[in-house]
């Protein structure tokens, strides 16, 4: 009988030789998968973050659509601006929420001799991005 080579192995005897491609199968099926479940996790906790934080001035549809402070825009009035996204990339660098909003690795140093008048939040850029993954799907 000859020797039989790898190119006359069964398509079976292909998965006993290198079960590394099985993994990697696996491995690229997971990836398609994980931005999805990451996703629903992103937008649970961004909600949360906006709820703890945001709504005690902003109305937030779903969250408090009578709470806020009237002079604070909503985060549905806001969904309708062309650049609603870019506003919450930077918002803790615009007025009021400097005075607020501290940003880990982000934001300068809070000055300390300010008063701290109001509770400070502080976010991280995890935070930012679960914030943005929550408010994109407010609906406009
Ligand atoms: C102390 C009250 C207060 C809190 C808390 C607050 N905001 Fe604001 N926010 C404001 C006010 C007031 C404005 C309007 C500022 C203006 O008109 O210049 C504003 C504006 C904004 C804007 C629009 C910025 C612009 O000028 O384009 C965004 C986006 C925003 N806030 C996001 C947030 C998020 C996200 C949170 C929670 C992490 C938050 N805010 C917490 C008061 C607050």
Do not use: Y
């Not at 931005?35 to 906790?45: S, T």
């Not at 009578?66 to 806001?78: A, Q, V, W």
């Amino acid at each position: 009988m000859p020797k039989r080579n790898w190119i006359d192995l069964p398509a079976a005897g292909v998965w006993k030789l290198c079960p590394a491609a099985l993994w990697r199968i696996m491995f690229a099926l997971l990836l398609l998968c994980a931005p999805q479940a990451a996703g629903a996790d992103m937008i649970a906790e961004g909600r949360t973050i906006v709820a703890e934080h945001c709504t005690r001035c902003h109305v937030v549809p779903g969250i408090n659509p009578k709470g806020g402070i009237e002079s604070t825009p909503s985060f549905k009035g806001m969904k309708h601006l062309a650049d609603w996204r870019r506003r919450f990339e930077v918002f803790f660098a615009l007025p009021p929420h400097p005075a607020l909003v501290t940003v880990v690795g982000i934001s300068e140093e809070r000055d300390k001799s300010r008063p701290a008048f109001v509770q400070e939040i502080k976010l991280s850029v995890h935070d930012l991005d679960r914030i943005l993954a929550f408010v994109d799907t407010i609906e406009k």
